[in-house]
Antibody, heavy 123, light 107 residues
Framework: QVQLQESGPGLVKPSETLSLTCSVS????????WTWVRQPPGKGLEWIGF???????NYSPSLQSRVTISVDTSKNEVSLKLRSVTAADTAIYYC?????????????????WGQGTLVTVSS | DIQMTQSPSSLSASVGDRVTITCRAS??????LNWYQQKPGKAPKFLIY???TLDSGVPSRFSGSGSGTEFTLTISSLQPDDFATYHC?????????FGPGTKVDIK
């Protein structure tokens, strides 16, 4: 059974870079797509982007200029970097495995999630 | 971007009630619609993909339907474990987007 665990600083200063790591066990990082989703406290979910180790990442246009998602196959980890953060980036950040249904026309979905990590942007 | 809306934003129900949540997309998304359940302080849990296919292990009291722009999540007989917030999400077009969520609480 796949397990995901996010880690990283819980407090980041404005204008600095938010860096998180998602450690994956029970599945090879090279066999799936991996995505990041965030949720501001008390608000809804926002997709940040995904990465597949042999392809190009895909980012939300609203964050594309500031975000980088990458994988470390030697450590079976997925990383998220978000530059020039502001208070609006305060959120719980989740990593998730992205899978595709076996039937055409059903698309991708996020079938396993980490527990999430709260990142607060404040000086 | 495709905008997702949900109605109601919240509802109160009793154990045993039939509950229906509606999710609408701002443009046609075929069946590229997923549902998640989220309890307070927890990560979302995947329930349904392709508008109507239950993930493995999801109780059969959950069902999903719809296509195009209107979708529903139905819980046929609400159980104590089902009190949570439910999110829909489209995977038809980038950026993938979520609905604002529907909170189901105890009447």
């Amino acid at each position: 059974q796949v397990q995901l665990q996010e880690s990283g600083p819980g407090l980041v200063k404005p204008s600095e870079t938010l860096s998180l790591t998602c450690s994956v066990s029970g599945a090879s990082i090279t066999s799936y797509y991996w995505t990041w989703v965030r949720q501001p406290p008390g608000k809804g979910l926002e997709w940040i982007g995904f990465f597949y180790y042999s392809g190009s990442p895909n980012y939300s246009p609203s964050l594309q200029s500031r975000v980088t998602i990458s994988v470390d196959t030697s450590k079976n980890e997925v990383s998220l970097k978000l530059r020039s953060v502001t208070a609006a980036d305060t959120a719980i950040y989740y990593c998730a495995r992205q899978s595709m249904g076996p039937v055409a026309g059903t698309g991708y979905y996020f079938d396993s999630w980490g527990q999430g990590t709260l990142v607060t942007v404040s000086s | 971007d495709i905008q997702m809306t949900q109605s109601p934003s919240s509802l109160s129900a009793s154990v045993g009630d039939r509950v229906t949540i509606t999710c609408r997309a701002s443009q046609s998304i075929g069946a590229y619609l997923n549902w998640y359940q989220q309890k307070p302080g927890k990560a979302p849990k995947f329930l349904i993909y392709g508008a109507s296919t239950l993930d493995s292990g999801v109780p059969s009291r959950f069902s999903g339907s719809g296509s195009g722009t209107e979708f529903t999540l139905t819980i046929s007989s609400l159980q104590p474990d089902d009190f949570a917030t439910y999110h829909c999400q489209q995977s038809h077009s980038f950026p993938w987007t979520f609905g604002p969520g529907t909170k189901v609480d105890i009447k």
